[in-house]
């Protein structure tokens, strides 16, 4: 999956660009587990991280240097994905204009938000901006910024499950500032209903274990 956003106002520009591999086995049952490696990039800096989750511990190993493990269950490990990845699940009723199309056999679903679903996606990638950046606010963000485009789609197979998800939407402020945030996400699925085989780290006996509140 790569993850792009460009935020530009009238004094500077910022990007970061996320990169991730991931593999997972026995999804949502306690026997879970994971592999992903990641890279991102933001204020011209490199941060690689790869990530394992096994026996309800999330490792998390950054650039090699800072290795911590986090007690955390699979509802907390969903919760840790979405503010890493940028990655959402939104509920049915938040989807719009759906539309479905065929393109050298495959099928392609095209979609909007609604209202409420642009502003909940709103909260969840400033929560997530905040995580990576160290501005956080208790604001809601949906009362000063909205989204004025939206685009989304997903390429099925055969089987109706995704090989490929886009997603492009530009953020400007509500109360007129000058500025938007562009995003982009590429997310491309690799053999989609079969076996995966995850491989764990040999020195995940080494990690320091923390508290989540710690890992803020």
């Known amino acids: 999956m790569k993850y792009k956003v460009t935020s530009k106002d009238s004094s500077e520009n910022m990007n970061f660009i996320m990169a991730f591999q991931s593999k997972i086995s026995n999804a949502s049952k306690k026997s879970m587990k994971m592999e992903m490696d990641s890279k991102i990039s933001v204020f011209n800096q490199l941060i690689q991280m790869n990530a394992h989750y096994t026996d309800g511990y999330y490792y998390l190993n950054t650039d090699n240097k800072q290795k911590q493990k986090i007690k955390m269950n699979l509802k907390q490990l969903k919760e840790q994905l979405k503010n890493t990845t940028g990655q959402t ?3 049915i009723n ?5 539309k479905l199309s065929q393109k050298d056999g495959r099928q392609i679903l095209s979609y909007d938000l609604t209202k409420k679903g642009r502003e909940e996606y709103i909260g969840i990638f400033m929560s997530q901006l905040g995580s990576l950046t160290g501005n956080t606010s208790n604001q809601n ?3 000063t910024v909205k989204i004025t485009s939206f685009s989304g789609t997903k390429i099925l197979n055969e089987n109706d499950l995704p090989v490929r998800e886009t997603l492009k939407l530009v953020m400007e402020s509500k109360n007129g500032q000058p500025g938007k945030i562009s995003i982009s996400m590429d997310t491309v ?3 989609p209903g079969k076996r995966v085989k995850v491989t764990l780290p040999s020195d995940l006996s080494s990690y320091q274990e923390v508290s989540a509140s710690q890992n803020k």
């Not at 938040?94 to 759906?98: A, H, I």
């Open 94 to 98: 938040n989807y719009t204009n759906l």
């Open 89 to 91: 699940q939104l509920s």
């Open 141 to 143: 963000p949906s009362n």
């Open 189 to 191: 699925y690799k053999n």
